[in-house]
């Protein structure tokens, strides 16, 4: 490996690993309201790794391409070299955080169809919201691209749910980043995990992502091995 990360973001380090291929290493870093809170949490990195490899694996099953190879090390994935597209697509089915904040509603309300938002990816800039106009005059994403981006969110959506409520999780919202392969192909990047989800016991309500440490409500670790111990269970 490089001495340095290729790029170093909140809670996760790229570095280059071979030709067309670089090891994403999940950190134990932990973050909330934009960097200005944070902490390290021992074990969640390898906790955020092995949910992301059980849940890309599974797109994967579900014919949903991502740019997953393999596990390497303690907390690092393999993955593809893809060139990314600085928007975050956000994917709401249930009243949470920003969007109630943002639209003054009540919280915990469905949301069918569900919503879809989409983010400039700028730590600077707080990740603002955007719309297709402003994506495709500041060239990110051409509109055609903006629409396969928006349609493998609803795929990655519809599969998500399915996989979540099999172990009596509801997935309330989640966010998916993209980038464009060595063929021209879009394809999901990034990672899903309880960093980049809401995640609610189906049941209890009881809250198992980042907003435990968002909103100072227990143990992150806890409810992140939580996740992993039901998903494993499927």
């Known amino acids: 490996m490089n001495q340095a990360p290729l790029y170093q973001g909140k809670a996760k380090q790229i570095w280059s690993h071979s030709e067309g291929l670089y090891t994403m290493r999940f950190t134990d870093c932990a973050t909330a309201f ?61 009243s949470a955080g920003s969007l109630c904040k943002r639209l003054g509603i009540k919280p915990d309300q469905e949301i069918k169809p569900p919503i879809m ?13 955007i719309n297709e106009d402003h994506i495709t005059w500041m060239k990110l994403a051409s509109p055609e691209q903006i629409q396969e981006m928006k349609a493998i969110s609803s795929k990655i959506n519809e599969a998500l749910q399915a996989m979540f409520l099999k172990c009596d999780i509801l997935l309330a919202d989640f966010k998916v980043e993209f980038g464009v392969d060595a063929n021209g192909k879009i394809v999901l990047g990034d990672e899903i995990t309880p960093d980049g989800c809401r995640l609610w016991d189906k049941n209890s309500k009881k809250i198992l992502d980042k907003d435990v440490f968002r909103r100072d409500l227990g143990s992150l670790t806890e409810a992140y091995e939580e996740v992993y111990r039901r998903l494993s269970s499927i």
């Open 34 to 94: 934009n960097a200005k809170k944070k902490a390290d949490i021992a074990g969640k990195g390898i906790l955020n790794r092995d949910i992301c490899y059980t849940i890309y694996q599974y797109l994967e099953e579900q014919g949903i391409a991502t740019h997953l190879v393999e596990v390497s090390g303690e907390s690092d994935l393999i993955v593809k070299q893809l060139k990314m597209i600085p928007v975050e697509v956000i994917v709401r089915n249930i």
């Open 117 to 129: 938002e989409l983010n400039l990816k700028s730590d600077p800039l707080d990740d603002p919201l």
